[in-house]
């Protein structure tokens, strides 16, 4: 299913003088990339848009061999002609992740005709801002965060799980949300539960696929300037990343292989969250009063009383 068009604002100049200084380091030397994914079978979901895309355009230009996922054919099939008049390697898989039978036969055919992945990047995800209010009606949003952004990747995960076992090398990075390690705000109820559920146990994994030579990292961004985010208006004015940013993060994660990245300033939030949780909670409550739901949220809700 195509996306509708989204309009990705611009950031105010001010916010991306301050974002080089609150959100993660990433890579800026070709030369190690290349040195780390030339020849390397690279494996994107969420690759039709976004961070996915983009990471797809950086590695694939350093010589890697990516395989484009998603569910839009077309979009994936446009991504894939831009990678390849550039000089590029691309191959598409059009796959709906939310169903785990999907995600295991990609893992399978994809197996079948390349062998092996190198480095599978889990990107794709479902990102849902809707008070509990609005969500009433709604409790297919829980089912579709869960579906793709937790049991998705973990079918996904398991299907390869083996053929990086037996070649004892391999490396997974997760694009998960600073959320995760902060207490939970208003407003994103089913996206961080879905969200965390895979970060603990895609953790309690990493512990168990180091021993078979598998390299994991997990990446904390705060906002990205992506169609996730485009629908809150505010978001924008934050001190966030552009895609361009976010696939230089992951060029990182790719060359230094760290068991996580967080924007510089997660650990003291986190450990204000520790030390002060009473005052902290009480202002997770004033953001929650001081901020409203999306126009989309408000007509989604409208839209399933009327079908009720």
């Known amino acids: 299913m195509t996306k509708p068009n989204i309009t990705i604002k611009n950031p105010p100049k001010w916010t991306r003088l301050i974002a080089r200084f609150t959100n993660p380091r990433g890579l800026n030397s070709p030369q190690k990339l290349k040195q780390a994914v030339q020849g390397k079978i690279v494996l994107i979901t969420g690759a039709s848009f976004g961070i996915g895309e983009e990471t797809a355009k950086h590695l694939a230009k350093q010589g890697a061999i990516v395989l484009l996922v998603a569910r839009s054919f077309e979009k994936l099939q446009a991504v894939a002609t831009k990678i390849i008049e550039q000089g590029g390697v691309a191959y598409t898989y059009s796959c709906d992740l939310s169903h785990p039978e999907s995600a295991k036969k990609l893992a399978s055919d994809i197996l079948e005709q390349h062998g092996h992945v190198d480095i599978l990047l889990n990107n794709a995800g479902k990102s849902i801002r809707?008070?509990?209010?609005?969500?009433?009606?709604?409790?297919?949003?829980?089912?579709?965060?869960?579906?793709?952004?937790?049991?998705?990747?973990?079918?996904?995960?398991?299907?390869?799980?083996?053929?990086?076992?037996?070649?004892?090398?391999?490396?997974?990075?997760n694009i998960s949300t600073w959320g995760v390690k902060m207490p939970a705000g208003g407003r994103w109820s089913a996206y961080q539960a879905s969200k965390g559920a895979f970060d603990t146990?895609?953790?309690?994994?990493s512990v168990e696929v180091k021993q078979d030579g598998i390299s994991t990292t997990s990446i904390y961004p705060a906002i990205v300037y992506t169609r996730m985010s485009a629908p809150t208006p505010w978001m924008h004015l934050l001190?966030?990343?552009?895609?361009?940013?976010?696939?230089?993060?992951?060029?990182?994660?790719?060359?230094?292989?760290?068991?996580?990245?967080?924007?510089?300033?997660?650990?003291?939030?986190?450990?204000?969250?520790?030390?002060?949780?009473?005052?902290?909670?009480?202002y997770m409550e004033l953001v929650f009063k001081l901020t409203k739901d999306s126009d989309a949220s408000i007509q989604s809700a409208k839209n399933a009383i009327k079908q009720r």
């Open 130 to 173: 809707r008070s509990i209010a609005m969500s009433l009606e709604r409790f297919q949003d829980f089912e579709r965060t869960i579906a793709i952004n937790y049991l998705g990747p973990v079918q996904l995960i398991l299907a390869l799980l083996p053929s990086m076992r037996a070649r004892k090398k391999g490396h997974i990075i």
């Open 201 to 205: 146990w895609f953790k309690s994994v």
């Open 239 to 282: 001190p966030g990343m552009t895609t361009d940013d976010a696939a230089h993060v992951i060029e990182r994660a790719i060359v230094e292989k760290p068991y996580d990245i967080s924007p510089p300033w997660l650990w003291s939030a986190q450990v204000s969250a520790v030390l002060m949780p009473t005052p902290v909670k009480k």
